[in-house]
């Protein structure tokens, strides 16, 4: 094929709506907002490192909080990123187009925030370098570091590589006059002129890596899940876990491209790309994600909840009807039921209706993360006794939640700076796209639409 | 008696010195430990093997390992020769407490603070609840060595699974894996050694080193085994339920009787906490039989 031909002047309806914008108020508001959380969180996490990890409420039974569920919950909604630029890639489907670079920097946001989570977790951060030194390769910990470091070169080249063309408008559009933005857009083009074989190496790469992230997407949250799987704790020795933790992994994921493309629409002028066939359609992925993550949830619950074996039953009767009972039911229902009954109807699955109901799953994927870590850790086998009363219950402390917060506004932050930098919508796939319907016979174009 | 007799050398030498293969009363170990009595130029009157009554220096009886070996003991190797293995009496413990305390005093721990848990248990409805002392099982297959990320936590000759706390990261794998909860985090500095206090702590013992951010536990006190003293709970305990020795000399001791191990087990129908689990403890425990205290609640903890 040809490769694609891009006017660079303002007939180019494409190049118009596209290219990235200056931020208005509400834009700076939103960033200094972020920034602000942020701040905050590096406060508290200066007040961990100085007094240790005794400025949160996890003691020796509680020994994992809030950070390792957040970790969890990034690399959940990581996943996305292959499944919008791979899975839907490799089955053809053409309307993905404008929705793939959203969900690869949601991928990567997520990701590099997972990473970063997990440091702050660690009692003695500055060894991190022991994991590259002294690792072990039979500990889960080193292969969720191999795997999450691998995904995250193969995402960040799933979001650099389509990105170049793009790249190469910036720079050649880009006044002399700002110097600075002008080496740094060269810089990041790599020489790219748009020739054919240029074309034809990327679409190739692209190609390869939408094959080599799917396996890897489903290893770096089964990976995940092992960590807790490989104990002998109620509520994680269980051998649904992976499927369990991959499943709602997409759920989550499918719902954060929602709500990222949702408000991206509504501020920057792409609601002709972004079309209520994109939600109609994004809100029926939706559907099915969430009926696999509820079939893996009556696996998980209903299996051992039949048997009720005295350790698990504990646990069991914590979540059904005891002191999680609130937060369990809320996120079964708002997070896995709610899409399931609204969105099957077409009036759900209108922009609106469908970005609240994604906000409400993502919301809920967070807390689910919450209830698989903590509740587990709170019934050992030998029932916790004899200590301060304080260690029978895990109450985040304000310094763990402004540290979460802070890790969740680096995330949106890092896409929000990508928007402000970059093409959100690939400028030269659409372009494509475009060329591809005009050369269809007029028959199945008619079809076709 | 005859136990004696058939065990080791060392054991049986200790035993000859100080008469009790005669007297046949006190324990061994128990006796060795009491060796601060004993200074160069006394003389100690014994029984030798042969049956003749000597008199010997009491320097050349009980030779302790000398602290420099000690103190350059490879940190990742164990004591040498030995197997470590304890036997915790259920029948026995009234959750005095003496051994929490001690731990906690040996180990240099705050007092609310040690590695031993005392838990109430009970097996069924009807059945009475008991008292369950827990140490580190140091388990033979254990799940805690088997996650930790960069070899901090690692199993040594002598049985005992050990910390390096220069080398942990802090990440608590190990305490989700364990399955027992036996182990501590440092979540602050306040169990930081003071540097006075961390010169007399003897260099072996360096796996409850309290660094803040690292995971620790209880070691067995190996500086103990390697001199063939018991550990200090065993020694605290009012009432005899802990038993400690050296499995390859298939002997134990609660510091008031000394008996063979597989004798003790066979006799009281030893067990180890959930043996289905498969992690193979060095703890066992004999089952709380024919108690010798009626079961009283604890004391509500302080907060």
Redesign the interface.
Known sequence: MEPVKIKLDQSNELFRDLMPKKFGVQGRLWVAFLLLVILIGAFAYYRQLK????V?D????T??GIYISNFVFFVAISLVGSLVSAILKLTNIAWRTPLVRISEIIAVAGITFAALIIIV????PE??W??FV???I?????WD?IVITTYFVISLLLLYIPLLPDIAICRDTMPDSLKWRKKFYTLLALNWRGTKQQYSLINKCIQILAVLVIPLALGIHTVTSW??A????TGWDSSNFGPYFVAGAFQAGCAGVIAVMYVLRNHYNIKKYITPMHFNNMAKLLVLLSLIYLYFNINEYLVPGYKMKTADSEHLHALFTGSYAPLFWSVQIFGMILPIIVLLFRKGRKPLPVFIVSLCVVVGAWFKRFLIVIPT?LH???????????WHHYIPTWEEWAITSASLAGALLVITIFVRLFPVISIWEMEEEKEKINQLPKQTQVYGA | MEQENNSRRKFLKAGVITGIAAAGSLGVIEVLSQDEHKKKGDTVKLLSPDGKLIEVDSSQINPEMPEMVLSQHNLREGVPGKKFVMVIDLSKCKNAGKCKSACSKMHYLPEDRSYIKINKMQDAEKAAPYWMPTPCFHCDNPPCVKVCPVDATFKLTDGIVAIDNDRCIGCRFCMVACPYSARVFNWDTEFQLKPAEAKDIMHHEACSSHKTGTVEKCDFCPSHGAKNELPDCVKACPNGVFYFGDENEDVVSNGDETVRLSQLLKDKAGYRYMEDLGTKPRVYYLPAANRQFPFKEAEPATP
């Open positions: 007094y240790g990890l005794v949160t996890m003691r020796d039974f020994s994992w977790d660690m009692g003695r060894r991190f022991h994991l002294y690792g072990r039979q500990s889960p910990i080193l570091v960590l807790f490989t104990t002998y704790r850790l050992p086998f030998i029932p916790i006794q004899g200590v301060p009363e304080s």
